[in-house]
Every structure is written in structure tokens, then in C-alpha cells.
């Protein structure tokens, strides 16, 4: 929207918060694994390592990993350590750009989750 809009992002929000609270809608945040699916298509991984990110997502908002974080950049963490693990691996680099994030909340969130699900990843 902000692209063909010419709006920035922060005014898309900004308006978009604005209307919700006039109308008194009450909308639940996205689910990250709602990205899984998409993302992981355009970046060529397989069903298991999808399932295996959505496993991680799910995980981690059972321990409140997710609280006040994008759910794109969940998604992203998720599929980068699934692929990890699953040996099909993408760089940051590829999966940021397939999630329209930076490298930086890639390895951001991937480095929070890692730690606080114990996960014992060579990178």
C-alpha cells in the first residue's frame, strides 16, 4: 500500500490505528505463521522444514517469545532456523528480502529465539 501509495509506512499505520480506534474495532495481531506458507514457497523449502517452522512459532508464543514483535520477522526467524536444521539452508540476506525486513530483525529474532528455545544451532 505504501508503495503505490506514495505514503509511508508510518502514516499508513498512523491512519490505520486512528480509524480502528474511532470505529472501536478490536483486531487480533496477525499469527506469524500465517507467513510460513508464502514465504516459504518463494524460497524454494520444503513442507517439512515449513512444519517445522510453524512448530517453532507456535512454541515460541506458548513462552511469549512473540509479544510486541512483527510477525514477518517471526516467519523470517523461524524458516531461517527451520532451514537450519533441516539443512536447507537460505542466508539472512534471502529470506529478509522474501520477508520484506531487514537482515538485522532476521538475525535479531532469529538470535532471540534460538536462545530462549534452547536450540543448539551451528551457523
Given at each position: ?80 532456523i ?27 529474532r ?9 536450540l543448539?544451532?551451528?551457523?
Open positions: 500500500i505504501a508503495e503505490v501509495s506514495r505514503v509511508g509506512k508510518k502514516e499508513i499505520a498512523r491512519n490505520y490505528r486512528f480509524i480502528t480506534r474511532e470505529l472501536d474495532m478490536h483486531i487480533t495481531p496477525t499469527d506469524p505463521s500465517n507467513y510460513v506458507g508464502r514465504f516459504g514457497s518463494e524460497l524454494e523449502i520444503s513442507g517439512e522444514t515449513r512444519t517445522k517452522a510453524i512448530e517453532l512459532i507456535k512454541e515460541a508464543q506458548e513462552k511469549k517469545l512473540t509479544s510486541g514483535r512483527g510477525p514477518t520477522g517471526i516467519a523470517a526467524a523461524a524458516l531461517y527451520a532451514g537450519i536444521l533441516s539443512e536447507e539452508r537460505r542466508t539472512q540476506r534471502e529470506v529478509a528480502e522474501v520477508a520484506q525486513v531487514t537482515e538485522v530483525t532476521v538475525r535479531n532469529y538470535r532471540e529465539l534460538a536462545e530462549e528455545l534452547e543448539m544451532i551451528d551457523v
